[in-house]
């Protein structure tokens, strides 16, 4: 999970399993497929919010891997889905991992779109963000979801062994995962879409980054 590069998670202060990074901070804030998208997104602004029918909507129509041929690619299917690019809102993570802020006029809390040298490695956003820990609309939002994906993706697997969130989608190079956080002062739902091997690849420099210093 290439998202934000740190050994443990920054809420929950667990290490994930098998060397793979926690996550980031949670700050708050082509043809007949790209017609159906951009129809799909006009039903999204005009509800003024996003149910989880169009969450995974939005989670599969990633996973389906176009968008990790190249910058322009990645910049043009999540804009396609909603999601542009916000200029100069650009952070370096670590050597050559570039994650640039996304705006939408979707439903969502924040999303953000990384790359590895240029090449495209995940895709994040956030969703049923409440103010309060422990929302049961969060949680329900949730659990919604990782039924929902479930139907498309099958069962989802553990990402720490003893913990039932986050759950992960890992059977083809592009991975998915879904993790809820309403331990703390918030409630909000994670969602990621990342190609597995340029994460991997991003976990290292990071762990190199971190030695150096």
Known sequence: MNRGFDTVCERCGR????????????RWRYG?????????????????RMTVEQAAFLVTSLRDGEWLHDEEAALAKPAALGLTAIPG?????????IQRELETALAIDQASLSTLDTAPTSVIFFIGASPEPGSVETKEAYESLIAS??????????????QPTPLEWSDTEVDVGVQLFDRRDTSVVMVWVEHRLRSQEAERRARVNRNAH
Do not use: F, M, Y
Not at 32 to 48: C, D, F, Q, T
Not at 149 to 162: A, M, Y
């Open 149 to 162: 994906l479930s139907v498309t993706l099958g069962k989802p697997q553990r990402v720490w062994e003893d």
């Open 89 to 97: 809102a650009v952070t370096e993570l670590s050597s050559g991992l």
């Open 15 to 26: 290490a994930p399993r098998s060397g793979r990074l926690a996550l980031p901070v949670c």
């Open 32 to 48: 007949p497929a790209l017609k159906r998208h951009i129809e799909l997104v006009s039903v999204l602004v005009n509800a003024g």
